[in-house]
């Protein structure tokens, strides 16, 4: 009688995204203690699911495993994007604490889907297969969905996920059908597979439009141009704490598996792809500025900011190599604390409609709340790129990749555009700083949890502005494998 | 040994930081303890200027720390001939600036007093930073402090003032981390060594070519734009009209010097060639600057603004005494950049006292102001002479010597910036007589207050400076003479070197 042979699965590879998985697990089994139960014990248990996996990454740190028959690869790569992701989380969980208290929309789901969210994009990290990218895909896009759609009485909140589940799904199509023509071109989905097949035929028309579609696919997923168009309206609409996660964690985790993507696969292959990042990373960077500079609203300014910088990203890629990939990275980790900060400020102001997000809403903030001001004032400068702070050091190593390796051009686009952004940025700036309130006033909540998120991502910013070359070296170091 | 100019450059900065966590209550110990901090920075620098050997050709008080040794970053600062007389400029104005404005920021001053003394840090940082980095890292800082002076305590147009200057400002800076970028990877590829450390990359030989014509409009069109060079200019009225007096005084006797000693610094050791094939240009829209600011200043209206287009036409002067690439010209110009700061800094300071007291600057508000006021018109008098260049006061030092060069280097272009002087005789007599001589035109004006203490303690220390460059310059191109020739004969070297 044969016995039934199990493959060997090895569970390490997967052990950072398991604690976060098995955090939303207890989550939802926790819905059905009585109502009696403090009702914090799910976000505790979500914050918990948020640093038991920022431990483990941490503890597997430079020591790569693979699991699944290379489906998932636990490189450094991804461990660094699980430590930015993680953070994410962690601090979304922080600032959504009070707010979704204030806004009446706590429930245990919220918290659940935000850790199966969190797992979707720590796996998309550590995908080291088309499918398994899908999947990841799949699981941290259709949390977002049900996420931006929480607030269920309201219109916007509503609208938002209608056209983010809408055009994602789209994206998703766009990326599967993508994954389809890759897999007839090469007869495999394995990323090293393909990139082995594809070494000896680059041209082969059939893996150019498969990959191809996958970037419009990977485009969606990271708002760029021409792929941007429901970014604005989703973080309008989204909860704000939602919003913060859609623009750092998810894009940490889509741009994880674009970077794996495109390295990997096209290893031995001549660039041609640069001249279409190139024109994307031009686009983007100068259309979001642009209508950022219109905008009236602080969340939908931000949106656009977001594609903007999403640019600064693509720059990176273009450099390619270890220090272009290796910029992308550091630029990653600086933007998620920005940019999760700034978000976070959003969520402690209110007015008597709902939240203070209108730009005029800020008017002299720095009067009735100099501490949040200060602290919303220096996430933007983070932004504009003003040293010491983590903006700077991020755009100074994406310009200086594209510089190294002779697109001197973009560099300079990339720059000029950034001197445009101070004028949107500054704005706020202007309004906290030197006009006096007007209009109903503003109110700020007072929260700890949101205190203690503002003043992580404020140190990280400080922290990674001065001292910046560790982390860099660690970026650097985790792409290197890649390009072997 | 105490590293100095350290302490010197952070000292500010740190105490406008703590004085930002003091209590409401103690808002008593704002203004002194503010002050203390900038008095002790100034006596802090004087070390620099007497133990500065004038001798010795290189940096000196220099200071060697790791930062981002895998990047070739480090923190290297150091002062030549070139930057003590600017550092001791930023920290001789700072005192100055704080108590003239005492009694009139009334608003917000803890945040007022800690903006200015991180402007400080910066400015110094600025000056004092040896490495591309961290010179790079000040220089955008510094941005920010302004911006906040200008915008939260300026006049009533002073967003749009503040705005316009740190989109001007950025544009020009943002295109200088591309040509740092391109100079530091142009060095790596050439030398194996990736760094950012500038007496190493002055040492590099570029080849003449499109590559270093790009790299030096990258930083000259960042320099242009602060100096201001014409036609660079339009940010600076707007600026210093709206800034309150203090920043004014400081944006005028420091800000603008970080441009000029951006050229001096930078420009022309790292680009000699493309400075020479692009001298002539920088030579041509100096006397264009030198001429226009002159004649606009004629007829304003308002001393703020008469003053503030003066400047433009003073830094023409200083750039062309830069661009003269000789001796003369160029301690010429290092000079009238610290006559210029000594100069118009007073004359910010005046127009804001008599601001105070009759909440206007228009010259047709004002006349016989003698009668009234004799001292702060007598004050107001040597101030104005200095910035016309009256021989025994210390903007003839500056003119004269950068003349001087001037005209061995192009006669004609000399010729038409002297006329510059003789209109800068025209437009400030003019506005003196108007304000000062003739009968007391206005009512209001006859029971003005004289100098107060304070004011009379403001303004010695500037007047006896202008004196003392005036009559003994020799004090200070003293200690410059030797860097700057060092600075030519490296040009030169540099330059001949692929003949």
């Known amino acids: ?484 | 040994m105490i590293p100095l100019v350290s302490v010197v450059t952070f000292l500010p900065g740190l105490a406008g930081l703590a004085l930002l966590f003091l209590p409401r209550r103690a808002a008593g110990v704002l203004w002194p303890a503010a002050l203390a901090a900038a008095v002790v920075t100034f006596l802090l620098s004087l070390p620099l200027y007497f133990g500065f050997d004038a001798e010795l050709i290189g940096y000196q008080f220099e200071e060697h720390a790791r930062w981002m040794p895998t990047l070739g970053v480090s923190y290297h600062v150091g002062v030549d001939g070139i930057s003590l007389l600017l550092v001791l400029l930023t920290t001789f104005l700072m005192p100055l600036a704080l108590a003239s404005a005492w009694d009139s920021i009334e608003d917000r001053v803890k945040e007022f007093v800690a903006t200015m003394l991180i402007l400080e840090t910066g400015m110094l940082g600025v000056f004092v930073s040896l490495d591309l980095f961290l010179f790079y890292v000040f220089w955008e800082a510094m941005l920010i402090p302004m911006y906040f002076v200008i915008g939260v305590w300026g006049g009533p147009n002073r967003i749009y003032a503040a705005v316009k200057f740190v989109l001007y400002t950025m544009v020009g800076s943002m295109l200088m981390l591309v040509a740092i970028l391109a100079l530091y990877y142009q060095y790596g590829a050439a030398t194996g060594r990736y760094t950012f450390d500038l007496p190493l990359l002055t040492q590099y030989v570029m080849a003449p070519g499109r590559a270093q014509s790009l790299m030096f409009l990258g930083f000259a069109l960042a320099f242009a734009i602060k100096v201001p060079l014409f036609p660079f200019h339009t940010w600076l009225p707007d600026a210093h009209v709206e800034a309150p007096t203090a920043g004014s005084v400081i944006l005028a006797g420091v800000l603008l010097k970080m441009g000029t000693y951006g050229f001096l610094r930078f420009c022309l050791p790292l680009f000699p060639d493309a400075a020479l094939a692009y001298g002539p240009l920088v030579f041509t829209l100096a006397v264009i600057g030198v001429i226009y600011g002159a004649w606009v200043s004629t007829v304003q209206p308002d001393m703020k603004k008469l003053v503030a287009y003066s400047s433009v036409s003073h830094l023409g002067f200083v750039m062309l005494g830069i661009f003269t690439l000789n001796q003369q010209g160029l301690v010429g110009g290092l000079i009238q950049m610290v006559n210029h700061g000594l100069s118009t800094g007073a004359l910010f300071l005046m127009v804001g006292m008599i601001y105070e007291r009759r909440h206007s600057r228009l010259i047709a508000d004002f006349g016989g102001l003698w009668q009234v006021i004799p001292a702060f018109s007598a004050l107001f008098l040597v101030v104005t002479l200095s910035s016309l260049g009256l021989p025994g006061l210390n903007g003839f030092v500056g003119e004269f010597l950068l003349l001087l060069g001037a005209f061995q280097r192009n006669p004609w272009m000399a010729a038409l910036a002297t006329t510059g002087i003789i209109f800068a005789a025209v437009y400030m007599l003019w506005m003196y007589q108007r304000v000062v001589f003739g009968e007391v035109t206005r009512d209001a004006n006859r029971r003005l207050a004289d100098l107060t203490t304070r004011e009379w303690a403001v303004l010695v220390p500037v007047v006896a400076l202008i004196v003392w460059i005036g009559v003994y310059p020799a004090a200070f191109t003293g200690k410059t003479e030797t860097t700057i020739e060092a600075l030519i004969a490296q040009v030169q070297s540099k330059t001949s070197a692929h003949r």
């Open chain 1, 1 to 484: 009688m044969d016995t039934i042979v199990f493959p060997s699965v090895l569970f390490g590879p997967l052990a950072p995204t398991l604690v976060v998985l098995g955090a939303g697990a207890l989550v939802l089994a926790l819905d059905i203690l009585p109502r009696a139960a403090p009702r914090e014990i799910a976000a505790m248990v979500a914050l918990a699911g948020m640093v038991g996996a920022l431990l483990a990454t941490v503890a597997r740190w430079s020591t790569p495993g693979r699991a699944f028959r290379d489906m998932v690869v636990l490189d450094n790569f991804a461990l660094f994007f699980n430590v930015v992701i993680c953070y994410a989380g962690a601090l979304i969980v922080l600032l959504s604490m009070d707010y979704l208290r204030r806004t009446g929309a706590e429930s245990s789901e919220y918290w659940a889907l935000v850790l199966f969210a969190t797992a979707g994009m720590m796996l998309l990290a550590a995908a080291g297969d088309l499918v398994v990218v899908f999947l990841a895909l799949e699981l941290m896009s259709l949390s977002l969905y049900v996420l931006a759609g929480l607030f269920k009485r309201e219109l916007a909140s509503g609208e938002a996920a209608m056209k983010y589940f809408l055009l994602g799904a789209f994206a998703s199509s766009f990326l599967l059908y993508g994954i389809a023509l890759v897999y007839g071109a090469t007869g495999t989905t394995n990323l090293d597979r393909i990139a082995a097949v594809v070494a000896s035929r680059p041209r082969d028309p059939l893996f150019v439009i498969g990959l191809g579609l996958l970037m419009v696919g990977f485009g969606f997923k990271i708002s760029s141009v021409p792929f941007h168009m429901w970014v604005p309206d989703v973080y309008q609409g989204a909860p704000t704490s939602v919003t913060a996660l859609i623009a750092t964690g998810s894009k940490a985790g889509a741009f994880a598996a674009l970077i794996r993507v495109l390295t990997v696969t096209l290893r031995g292959v001549p660039p041609d792809w640069a001249a279409l990042l190139w024109a994307m990373a031009a686009v983007t960077m100068t259309v979001g500025n642009v209508v950022a500079l219109a905008q009236s609203n602080l969340k939908r300014m931000l949106a656009y900011s977001s594609i903007a910088h999403v640019g600064y990203m693509l720059v990176g890629l273009v450099a390619g190599g270890v220090g272009g990939a290796g910029s992308v990275l550091f630029y990653l980790l600086t933007y998620t604390f920005t940019t999760a900060g700034a978000f976070g400020v959003i969520t402690l102001c209110e007015r008597a409609r709902g939240e203070a997000v209108e730009v005029s809403d800020y008017a002299g903030l720095a009067r009735r709340h100099p501490v949040l001001a200060a602290a919303l004032g220096l996430f933007l400068l983070s932004l504009v790129g003003i040293p010491p702070l983590a903006g700077f050091v991020g755009k100074f190593y994406v310009f200086g990749a594209a510089v190294r390796a002779g697109y001197v051009w973009l560099a300079v686009i990339g720059v000029l555009n950034s001197a445009a952004a101070a004028y949107y940025y500054l704005r706020i700036i202007v309004y906290m700083y030197m006009r006096e309130p007007e209009g109903a006033a503003t109110t700020y909540a007072s929260s700890f949890a949101g205190g203690l998120a503002l003043a992580i991502a404020l140190l990280a910013i400080v922290l990674l502005g001065v001292m910046p070359a560790p982390f860099v070296d660690l970026a650097q170091a985790a792409v290197a494998p890649l390009l072997r």
